[in-house]
Nanobody
Framework: QVQLVESGGGLVQAGDSLRLSCAAS????????MGWFRQAPGKEREFVAA????????YYVDSVKGRFTISRDNAKNTVYLQMNSLKPEDTAVYYC????????????????WGQGTQVTVSS
């Protein structure tokens, strides 16, 4: 079992940066692929980024490419999402998730989810 706790959200202005962290409990963290998803009010959950268990592969939704970077530190059981050049449309609750699937934009193969952290970007 893996428990995930996100942190690092907040209220920022357009153009600012934030780094989200997701701390995982359990000794199996390094065997999971990790993803970040987000959900804005009134919208469906959206895939943001994912990283393989080894950290060697990543992929992103087109809208964040070049602005967001996902990384992980398996020694610290933590995955990060560095968000630069934030835009108002990035406003959402951000969730991290752990799973064994890959190239999964729906989130259906992610077995473990955090509670989320709010990111609000003002214009």
């Amino acid at each position: 079992q893996v428990q995930l706790v996100e942190s690092g959200g907040g209220l920022v202005q357009a153009g600012d940066s934030l780094r989200l962290s997701c701390a995982a409990s359990g000794r199996t963290f390094s065997s999971y692929n990790m993803g970040w998803f987000r959900q804005a009010p009134g919208k469906e959950r959206e895939f943001v980024a994912a990283i393989k268990w080894s950290g060697g592969n990543t992929y992103y939704v087109d809208s964040v490419k070049g602005r967001f970077t996902i990384s992980r530190d398996n020694a610290k059981n933590t995955v990060y999402l560095q968000m630069n050049s934030l835009k108002p449309e990035d406003t959402a609750v951000y969730y991290c998730a752990a799973g064994v699937g890959w190239a999964d934009y729906s989130g259906s193969t992610y077995d473990h989810w955090g509670q989320g952290t709010q990111v609000t970007v003002s214009s």
